[in-house]
C-alpha cells in the first residue's frame, strides 16, 4: 500500500499505479497552534507500507507529517513501513563545521528510524555523491538519481544539434556523466569558485561548446546562482541552446525568473518538489527500486 503524505500525494499516485497497488490518502489538519493531525484512512494491518512525503518548504511540518505517518503504520500493525522522501530536507548539515553545531542530517535519520521505519529510499540527497547513501542510517539506506531520466525527457522532447552535458561544478560531474551516458552526448564539468552566499564565478574547462547544445544538470538549484553563470559562460564560448535539468527545484525568491531571464531554452525538473518547472516524474525510478 502506498501513503500519501500531503506534500507528495501526486507522486504517491503515479507510484501506485505503477506498482499497481493500493493508494491511500491520510486525513490531515493543521490546528491553530501550527500542531498537525495525522489520520489514516485505510486499515495497513498485516500490509506493506510505503509512506512517500517530499521535506520541502515548510520542512518542519512535512518532517512532522512523515515521522506521524510512520508511527501510525507501525503502530497500526503493518508488516514492513517504507519511508521514501523524494527531497530530504536537512540534508546539507552532513558534519559539524563550528563546535556546537548539530549535525541535522544525523538528527533527522534517527527520527525517521525512530518513527519505524524499515528502510528509506531518497532521491538525489545533497551534497551526496550520486547513488551512495549517507552512512548515518542503521536501516538499509537508498540513494536513487534521476539524472538519466531527465537528460532522456530533454533529448526525447527536443531536437538537440550535438548535444554536451555539462556539471555546473566539480561536485556536478556525477551527474554530468551519468546524463550524458544515458543519451550517448559528450559531458564534463566546470570548475567553480565561491565568492559568497549567493556569489560564484566559473571558469569553463577545456570543451569546444560552439553551435552546440548545451545540458547543465545539477541535483539541486536553489538561488540559482551557480547556474545563471554557468549559462553566461558558455553562451559566451558560442554554444547554441542551453537547457537547465535538475533533481530538485527548490528555486527561492525569483530565482526562476532570474533563470529565464538568461534566455535559456527550457528548465526541467522532477516532482520531488512539485512545481511549475517539475515536467520529469521520479515515479519510475522509485517503483522500479521497490519492486527489487
Known amino acids: 500500500m502506498i501513503v500519501g503524505g500531503s506534500a507528495s500525494e501526486n507522486l504517491a499516485e503515479k507510484i501506485s499505479e505503477r506498482m499497481d497497488c493500493d493508494l491511500s490518502i491520510p486525513e490531515f489538519e493543521k490546528f491553530p497552534d501550527g500542531e498537525v493531525y495525522v489520520?489514516?484512512?485505510?486499515?495497513?494491518?498485516?500490509?506493506?507500507?510505503?509512506?512517500?512525503?517530499?521535506?520541502?518548504?515548510?520542512?518542519?511540518?512535512?518532517?512532522?507529517?512523515?515521522?506521524?505517518?510512520?508511527?501510525?503504520?507501525?503502530?497500526?500493525?503493518?508488516?514492513?513501513?517504507?519511508?521514501?522522501?523524494?527531497?530530504?530536507?536537512?540534508?546539507?548539515?552532513d558534519k559539524r563545521f563550528e563546535s556546537g553545531?548539530?549535525?541535522?542530517?544525523?538528527?533527522?535519520?534517527?527520527?525517521?528510524?525512530?518513527?519505524?521505519?524499515?528502510?528509506?529510499?531518497?532521491?538525489?540527497?545533497?551534497?551526496?555523491?550520486?547513488?551512495?547513501?549517507?552512512?548515518?542510517?542503521?536501516?538499509?539506506?537508498?540513494?536513487?538519481?534521476?539524472?538519466?531520466?531527465?537528460?532522456?525527457?530533454?533529448?526525447?522532447?527536443?531536437?538537440?544539434?550535438?548535444?554536451?552535458?555539462?556539471?555546473?561544478?566539480?561536485?556536478?560531474?556525477e551527474w554530468a556523466k551519468r546524463a550524458g551516458e544515458a543519451i550517448g552526448a559528450d559531458w564534463d564539468y566546470m570548475t567553480k569558485k565561491r565568492l559568497g552566499p549567493e556569489e560564484v564565478e566559473i571558469t569553463p574547462r577545456e570543451i569546444n561548446v560552439e553551435e552546440r547544445d548545451v545540458i547543465i544538470v545539477d541535483d539541486i538549484i536553489s538561488t540559482g546562482g551557480t547556474?545563471?553563470?554557468?549559462?553566461?559562460?558558455?553562451?559566451?564560448?558560442?554554444?547554441?541552446?542551453?537547457?537547465?535539468?535538475?533533481t530538485h527545484p527548490v528555486l527561492v525568491d525569483d530565482a526562476l525568473d532570474k533563470l529565464r531571464d538568461t534566455g535559456v531554452k527550457d528548465i526541467v525538473a522532477t516532482d520531488t518538489i512539485e512545481g511549475e518547472v517539475s515536467k520529469v516524474s521520479i515515479a519510475s525510478v522509485v517503483s522500479e527500486a521497490l519492486s527489487q
Open 39 to 93: 489520520r489514516l484512512t485505510d486499515d495497513v494491518e498485516g500490509e506493506d507500507v510505503v509512506v512517500v512525503q517530499s521535506t520541502c518548504y515548510p520542512p518542519n511540518q512535512n518532517y512532522m507529517e512523515l515521522f506521524l505517518l510512520l508511527d501510525v503504520a507501525r503502530d497500526s500493525g503493518a508488516e514492513q513501513v517504507s519511508a521514501v522522501v523524494p527531497y530530504f530536507g536537512y540534508g546539507r548539515q
Open 101 to 173: 553545531e548539530a549535525v541535522s542530517l544525523e538528527t533527522v535519520a534517527n527520527l525517521i528510524e525512530c518513527s519505524g521505519a524499515d528502510e528509506v529510499y531518497m532521491m538525489d540527497i545533497h551534497p551526496q555523491p550520486i547513488e551512495r547513501s549517507p552512512e548515518v542510517f542503521d536501516i538499509p539506506a537508498h540513494n536513487l538519481t534521476a539524472a538519466d531520466i531527465l537528460a532522456e525527457y530533454i533529448d526525447q522532447n527536443y531536437s538537440l544539434s550535438n548535444p554536451v552535458v555539462f556539471g555546473p561544478d566539480s561536485g556536478a560531474e
Open 227 to 246: 547556474m545563471r553563470e554557468a549559462i553566461d559562460i558558455l553562451k559566451s564560448h558560442g554554444s547554441n541552446d542551453v537547457f537547465i535539468a535538475c
